[in-house]
């Protein structure tokens, strides 16, 4: 990864079923609404610091409904 | 009530509760899943495994194909199925039975039970802690999650010893055996039809009296969907928590180096959770198929049911590097222990609080303990796995 790039993580409401492994991994990156399903927090950008938590995320993910992208 | 004969060939006469399943499946699944993904056997009128993660949760995930009118493979088949909304529901039933439950499981909410499940397990520790000796599984692990859940549905905890009969009926002998399962299923209806009776009276701050309250397209629920719920809760809330402390327990009995681990670095908590569930996740559920399909490349045909192997396909080694290795600080794990799909168990937050606390409480206590080589360990048969008897000694 390019230094200069950033990641913006998305949650794929449809395929979200709020197992909340995110929100546990990387509480600063996802909110849980009132049912227990993840979005992410604002439009998703990810601090530098945060990249690592973003990945274990997605990796963690029984859905496979976390998105990463590089911009 | 019928006998099974003992399995010769797995892959094509596979049974769930055949002896060699019940007390180390996962060279049975392990074998399977080379040789053939999605296994048949004739026995239970039908029935399809799926081995491989990828099998699994194409499975979980099709709806159309698969139903979940039925949750459990069993001789009988009765019609109609025992409702027990939404864990039996197929869409669109499904989301409006799941979404009044939701609230009262999320993260938010159970953090609210945490301090009274700690205080539960040191009044069960002070129990035994000085006898040097105690069996995990009796008078630990299970009283945990059938306490909490009590608490939950505003039940006695006095009534637990019942809880624990129904469920064995229902879920272990009730594979084969209808009679005791109907029987169960009767006793819960009507207990708790009486418990409904007085709420009407004086309605409580519980689970029951929310259920009562609810209301769907403006109408109440209909009683066999409020007593169908109510013993899905119950159930689903007992064994399978209870199956995974225990589990976790005797792996940390018989496994120093993770036991001192775990000691020596507390923060690996989380991961070690979660691979606690993966390595040994209670719970294989089931569908029906209603129409014909192919999974992985094999043919699937309606007639039969699924084995919905959810502790088989984690530990898929596509899927998760050293899969029979239980690796306290496993970065990646995307385990199926609580399903995959619309029927993720709706009460997960719950069951990790509980086994999380239930470790963490007794790893203060109990540093130093060992399986008790004096007595056997024996794990529940079918549907739930878990230790029935785990004997331990301490210190």
Same mark, same amino acid.
């Given at each position: ?71 | ?30 074998? #399977? ?15 399809? #495994? ?102 939950? #549905? ?10 624990? *009969? ?20 009767? $006793? ?28 769907? $397209? ?110 306290? *600080? ?66």
């Amino acid at each position: 990864m390019a230094p200069d790039k950033k990641l913006r993580i998305s949650v794929d409401p449809n395929k979200c079923q709020g197992h909340n492994r995110c929100y546990q991994i990387a509480p600063g990156l996802f909110r849980l609404d009132d049912l227990g399903n993840a979005r992410e927090i604002g439009d998703g950008s990810v601090p530098k610091s945060m990249e690592d938590k973003a990945w274990l995320a997605k990796a963690n993910c029984p859905e496979m409904a976390i998105d990463i992208v590089e911009e | 009530m019928s006998k099974h004969p003992p399995v010769v060939d797995w892959t094509t006469d596979f049974d769930h509760t055949d002896p060699r399943w019940t007390e180390n499946p996962f060279p049975i699944w392990d074998d #399977l899943r080379q040789k053939c993904p999605v296994a048949h056997s004739n026995r239970f009128q039908g029935v399809y #495994l799926p081995t491989s993660y990828e099998a699994v949760s194409a499975i979980a995930h099709d709806t159309e194909h698969f139903s979940s009118r039925r949750v459990v493979v069993r001789d009988d088949r009765p019609e109609p199925p025992i409702p027990s909304p939404p864990i039996t529901s197929d869409p669109p039933h499904h989301w409006p039975a799941k979404l009044m439950l939701l609230p009262y499981f999320t993260l938010a909410a159970v953090k609210k039970l945490e301090a009274k499940t700690r205080g539960l397990c040191n009044e069960l520790i002070d129990r035994f802690i000085a006898d040097k000796r105690c069996d995990v599984a009796t008078q630990y692990s299970r009283h945990i999650p059938v306490r909490v859940i009590a608490f939950l #549905l505003g039940l006695p905890e006095g009534d637990s010893a019942q809880f624990i *009969d129904w469920i064995h009926q229902i879920l272990e002998v009730g594979i084969k055996n209808d009679a005791v399962l109907m029987r169960a299923v009767g $006793e819960m209806s009507r207990y708790f039809g009486a418990k409904i009776e007085l709420r009407k009276k004086q309605p409580g701050d519980d689970l029951i009296t929310a259920l009562m309250q609810a209301r769907q $397209e403006g109408a109440p629920l209909p009683s066999e969907h409020i007593l169908g719920t109510l013993r899905l809760l119950l159930i689903a809330g007992i064994d399978t928590t209870w199956s995974a402390i225990g589990a976790s327990l005797w792996h940390l009995a018989r496994t120093p180096t993770d036991r001192k681990r775990l000691l020596a670095e507390p923060g690996l908590m989380p991961t070690a959770v979660e691979e606690f569930l993966r390595a040994y996740s209670p719970v294989t559920m089931a569908r029906q198929v209603m129409k014909e399909t192919a999974v992985c490349g094999v043919p699937v045909k309606p007639g039969n049911m699924v084995l919905l192997s959810f502790p088989a396909a984690n530990r898929d080694p596509a899927v998760f590097p050293d899969a029979d290795k239980v690796v306290l *600080d496993r970065a990646n794990n995307r385990h199926a222990a609580f399903g995959l799909g619309i029927h993720r168990c709706v009460g997960s937050n719950l069951a990790r609080m509980e086994l999380t606390v239930a470790i963490e409480e007794w790893l203060k206590r109990i540093p130093e303990f060992r399986l008790d080589p004096s007595s056997p360990v024996k794990w529940s048969e079918g549907t739930v796995r878990g230790p029935r008897q785990l004997p331990v000694l301490l210190g």
